[in-house]
């Protein structure tokens, strides 16, 4: 167990509808990063985020947004789902420190768009 | 941006082989080089990293090793056992903030 939660396990929705993944960071850890996994695919970067401040940004579509809250929680918005976003969303989590900053990645959260 | 290649996707050696996964970046400003584990349905999980003012690093049968000239880094894993079959991803960043991926080599420890 790394440490880091994410909910719901699996989310089940139809086009055109918006979900909402939520993360919980390890105890002290300031950074949250989220990855979208498609059907044997590589892990693709979407957005980290550092103490509630957006700090870099990759391939995450206009219909994504995150955000990152006082209590260090984050939380991904999927709005007009198409099919093509079904995939498993992994959040990780790091210290941020200068010496030390290994990602510990969540369970993940399997989106499944009909 | 960042490109990260790894190779090859597929991998199958014999239990108690070595097995070696290749990745090329093309940031020479990439200064952290972790790899990860993923088994079936699970979450990817660090075994080692290593930093740009490293050439090597060495966990018991697990290695890593960084050409910055190259720009490539290779993970080695000698005396394979069956429960190292699954994917092994290598991804680069510089500084922490966006990281990337390769592909995946899928590996496959036959008994």
């Known amino acids: 167990d790394s440490g880091v939660t994410q909910t719901p396990k699996h989310l089940i929705t139809a086009t055109g509808q918006r979900v909402t993944l939520r993360c919980s960071p390890r105890s002290g850890d300031l950074s949250v990063y989220w990855y979208q996994q498609s059907l044997d695919q590589g892990l693709q970067f979407l957005i980290q985020?550092?103490?509630?401040?957006?700090?870099a940004k990759g391939n995450i579509l206009e219909r994504f947004s995150a955000q990152q809250f006082p209590d260090l929680h984050s939380e991904l918005n999927l709005s007009s789902l198409e099919l093509g976003d079904s995939a498993l969303y992994f959040c990780a989590s790091s210290v941020r420190a200068e010496q030390t900053d290994t990602q510990y990645f969540g369970p993940g959260t399997r989106l499944t768009v009909l | 941006g960042e490109n990260v290649e790894q190779h090859p996707s597929t991998l199958s050696v014999q239990e108690g082989d070595s097995a070696v996964i290749k990745c090329t970046y093309s940031?020479?400003?990439?200064?952290?080089f972790p790899w990860y584990k993923q088994e079936l349905g699970k979450r990817p999980q660090l075994i080692i990293d290593?930093?740009?003012?490293?050439g090597e690093k060495k966990d018991q049968r697990i290695a890593v090793t960084l050409n910055k000239t190259a720009k490539h880094f290779s993970l080695h894993i000698t005396e394979t056992q069956p429960e190292d079959s699954a994917v092994y991803f290598c991804?680069?960043?510089?500084?922490?903030?966006?990281?990337?991926f390769g592909s995946g080599t899928k590996l496959n420890v036959k008994p």
């Open positions: 991804a680069a960043t510089h500084n922490f903030n966006k990281f990337y």
């Open positions: 985020y550092y103490n509630g401040e957006e700090r």
């Open positions: 940031d020479s400003a990439s200064n952290y």
């Open positions: 290593i930093r740009s003012n490293v």
